[in-house]
């Protein structure tokens, strides 16, 4: 019996000798899965979403192969910020891990983009990956894994069973056992030890097998385009090594180190996703050296990455200010915007004290710039009427130094002869001073849209000089039928105007009902676009200097509409030409 039980014990183990061997060549997403939620079950997904943050979603991966190579959990998840809530938000969340015995008790946030396509009907779905190294399971076949959301005010996320996939990266067997920070030893390229960001331990000008000195050393590193790497190694007092970094399938080296005391770094912008080498290099002397690895996502525009090298990759704005960063390997940034004939836009740059950075405009389907660029100090400015309406450029290029640069844009609806103060020298303009709305945030848009009609827009106007002249108010609002809906329709809605008083919406308030016509031509790309004059009289507020406006829908039934701070232009005088007046106010 206990032969027996050794004899079952030998095959089953060569059977698993064998499995390994076989999933060595491929990655494994196949293990053994149990799933548990307490979440709200919507169509097949565990929502958490309750107040008190006690939702979770659990897994238990069991026969974990042992092995030297780190696990990848591939995640699958979908997030929005409320009930039935909007597209494109990224998924928040805390991953906390465990192995049996409970010595390994690991919590990491977790950020995951939304990676939904254009025609994913709800727009919900974000993945990404996470790397648990192997020496965190410390031998353990089993893990447990747990995802809770961070705080009540984190978006909704949602999971299932086969939200998370352990991928286990292919092991390259001959490299001896990877043993927390210190690296193996490596001889060449083909050998590169493939390496996650940290710090780590490594050695130089000792024997190596054939009687000869360690005088290289490769590991390899995974970058998306867009990512900055910083490199770091700190070389011992007795010896003088040289770090370098080379791009994928290439055979030269990119980036320069810079020294300080012993410590040299070299820092890269990747221009190709893909696995990158590292290679540190003896000159002379020998000794351990650190090696530290850093990554950063760039957050051009706050869009978690680079803003694309080409216009087709271009990252789309709003009016608003943005922030962007230019370096070595990242020399050019493009933006997009979607412009109405007639309407102005101001772009302005502000870059580094230490850098030199240009900005340039193009039109719709074209290359060459458009405009010309003033330039005061380190700030770049260039105004242009758009004379013809559809999706322009914007690119910012580096001719030196590097760092953050801010993008202010601004649009107003006029051409500029009219705008200009000093030319027609009878009409002031205002933009908002403050804007707040607790609408659905969509590419710089609140939507207004709940069936409970509790969302809205405010905007407040500082500072207007007093008179007698009526206000004009040019809006821009967006609007379409539902979700995602269609193009071409109007914007409705509740105009509540008035000047604060003492108390909440003390003072003077008056509302009218507002219908803006779509004015989106042909190649807008969604045709959601409404703008109109509307005539505030200013006889029932003499003196004041601050004006509030709040717009609500009026029906559930009625069409979607969104606003931002932009959408609100103040005129003390009605502009002389080029739009018409679409209603007159009627007070009720
Ligand atoms: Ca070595
Ligand atoms: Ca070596
Ligand atoms: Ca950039
Ligand atoms: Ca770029």
């Given at each position: 019996m206990k032969i027996r039980k050794v004899l079952t014990l030998l095959i089953f183990l060569s059977i698993l000798?064998?499995?390994?061997?076989?999933?060595?060549?491929?990655?494994?997403?196949?293990?053994?899965?149990?799933?548990?939620?307490?979440?709200?079950?919507?169509?097949?997904?565990?929502?958490?979403?309750?107040?008190?943050?006690?939702?979770?979603?659990?897994?238990?991966?069991?026969?974990?192969?042992?092995g030297d190579n780190d696990l990848t959990l591939d995640f699958t998840v979908l997030a929005t910020d409320r009930q039935n809530g909007g597209r494109g938000f990224p998924a928040d969340f805390l991953l906390i891990y465990e192995v049996p015995g409970g010595n390994v008790f690991i919590t990491q946030k977790v950020n995951l983009p939304n990676v939904s396509s254009a025609n994913d009907p709800v727009g919900y779905t974000c993945s990404g990956q996470v790397i648990i190294p192997r020496s965190d399971l410390q031998g353990a076949s089993v893990l447990f894994l747990r995802a809770e959301r961070i705080s009540p005010h984190t978006n909704h996320v949602a999971?299932?069973?086969?939200?998370?996939?352990?991928?286990?990266?292919?092991?390259?067997?001959?490299?001896?056992?990877?043993?927390?920070?210190?690296?193996?030893?490596?001889?060449?390229?083909?050998?590169?030890?493939?390496?996650?960001?940290?710090?780590?331990?490594?050695?130089?000008?000792?024997?190596?097998?054939?009687?000869?000195?360690?005088?290289?050393?490769?590991?390899?590193?995974?970058?998306?385009?867009?990512?900055?790497?910083?490199?770091?190694?700190?070389?011992?007092?007795?010896?003088?090594?040289?770090?370098?970094?080379?791009?994928?399938?290439l055979t030269s080296n990119v980036g320069t180190a810079t020294i300080q005391d012993n410590t040299k770094t070299l820092q890269y912008i990747a221009n190709i996703t893909g696995i990158w080498y590292i290679k540190i290099i003896r000159s002379s002397g020998e000794g351990e050296y650190q090696l530290s690895i850093n990554i950063q996502n760039q957050n051009d525009a706050d869009s978690n990455r680079d803003a694309g090298d080409t216009p087709e990759q271009a990252i789309a704005l709003y009016p608003g200010i943005f922030t962007g960063f230019l370096q070595r390997a990242d020399n050019v940034d493009w933006y997009s915007i979607n412009l109405q004939e007639g309407q102005t836009i101001n772009l302005q740059l502000s870059m580094p004290s230490d850098a030199s950075f240009g900005l340039s405009l193009t039109r719709p389907g074209s290359t060459s710039g458009a405009g010309s660029v003033q330039t005061q100090d380190k700030i770049k400015t260039l105004q242009y009427v758009a004379n013809v309406s559809g999706i322009w450029h914007i690119k910012i290029t580096r001719s030196s130094g590097e760092g953050e640069y801010q993008l202010s844009v601004n649009i107003s609806g006029y051409q500029s002869g009219q705008t200009d103060q000093s030319q027609s020298g009878s009409s002031q303009i205002f933009t908002a001073n403050k804007f707040y709305s607790n609408g659905n945030l969509i590419q710089g848009w609140y939507w207004l849209r709940d069936s409970a009609l509790k969302q809205y827009a405010e905007w407040t106007f500082e500072n207007v000089p007093p008179g007698n002249t009526d206000l004009t108010l040019d809006i821009t609002a967006l609007a379409t039928n539902q979700a995602d809906g269609g193009r071409g329709f109007p914007a409705k809605f509740k105009l509540i105007y008035g000047f604060p008083g003492s108390g909440l919406m003390g003072g003077v308030f008056q509302t009218m009902e507002v219908t803006l016509p779509n004015t989106s031509p042909r190649s807008d790309p969604v045709g959601y676009t409404c703008q109109g004059l509307i005539i505030v009289p200013r006889s029932f507020t003499p003196g004041a200097s601050t004006f509030f406006f709040r717009i609500e829908r009026i029906s559930s039934n009625d069409n979607h509409i969104a606003f931002n701070q932009e959408s609100i232009t103040l005129f003390t005088e009605e502009p002389s030409s080029g739009f018409s007046e679409i209603q007159k106010p009627r007070t009720k």
């Open positions: 000798a064998i499995m390994s061997l076989s999933a060595f060549a491929v990655s494994n997403s196949n293990l053994t899965n149990k799933f548990q939620s307490n979440g709200d079950l919507i169509q097949g997904w565990y929502w958490l979403r309750d107040n008190n943050i006690q939702d979770y979603a659990q897994w238990t991966f069991e026969n974990i192969l042992s999971f299932n069973k086969d939200s998370i996939k352990i991928i286990e990266t292919t092991a390259e067997e001959n490299y001896p056992p990877y043993q927390g920070n210190q690296l193996p030893d490596t001889n060449n390229q083909n050998e590169a030890f493939l390496i996650q960001p940290g710090i780590y331990n490594g050695s130089l000008g000792g024997q190596i097998s054939g009687g000869q000195r360690d005088s290289e050393d490769w590991y390899s590193i995974n970058l998306q385009a867009g990512q900055i790497i910083n490199l770091q190694l700190t070389q011992p007092s007795t010896g003088y090594f040289t770090l370098y970094l080379r791009p994928p399938e």
